[in-house]
């Protein structure tokens, strides 16, 4: 009796789920798939500015391009959001390595003032 209720709660759980799946496969087809690219291009590049920022080392630049990015997403100009979220991704790997390289760069005694 147990064991028929568990199995029946759990096909209940499995049908939810893959119904829930295909609907969300249905809506990312419809969807324009150089928005869906420019989506995830400005959501990596804000990843690495927040990785960047981290090690107190953000670029002023890639906040920039972040936002003309998300503005050129919404007038519906996929690849120049796509190519500027990239440039900003590449910023902020890039001051992530710059802030953790001199994380520990000490000043030499003789340079202090």
């Given amino acids: 009796m147990r064991t028929k209720r ?3 709660v759990l096909l209940l759980a499995v049908t939810f ?3 829930t799946g295909v609907t969300l496969a249905a809506d990312a087809k419809a969807e324009n ?3 869906v690219k420019a989506q995830m291009e400005i959501d990596k590049a804000d990843k690495a500015r927040k ?3 981290s090690v107190e080392s953000e670029w002023t630049t890639t ?3 972040i936002k003309k990015a998300q503005a050129a997403l919404k007038k519906g100009d996929y690849d120049t959001a796509t190519r500027l ?3 900003a991704g590449e910023q902020g ?3 992530y390595e710059q802030g953790a390289s001199q994380k520990e760069l000490r000043m030499p005694s003789y340079l202090k003032y």
């Fill in 93 to 95: 790997e890039i001051a």
């Fill in 51 to 53: 990785k960047a920022a």
């Fill in 85 to 87: 979220a990239k440039q």
């Fill in 6 to 8: 568990l199995l029946s």
């Fill in 17 to 19: 789920v893959a119904g």
């Fill in 33 to 35: 798939p150089k928005a």
């Fill in 63 to 65: 906040g920039k391009l």
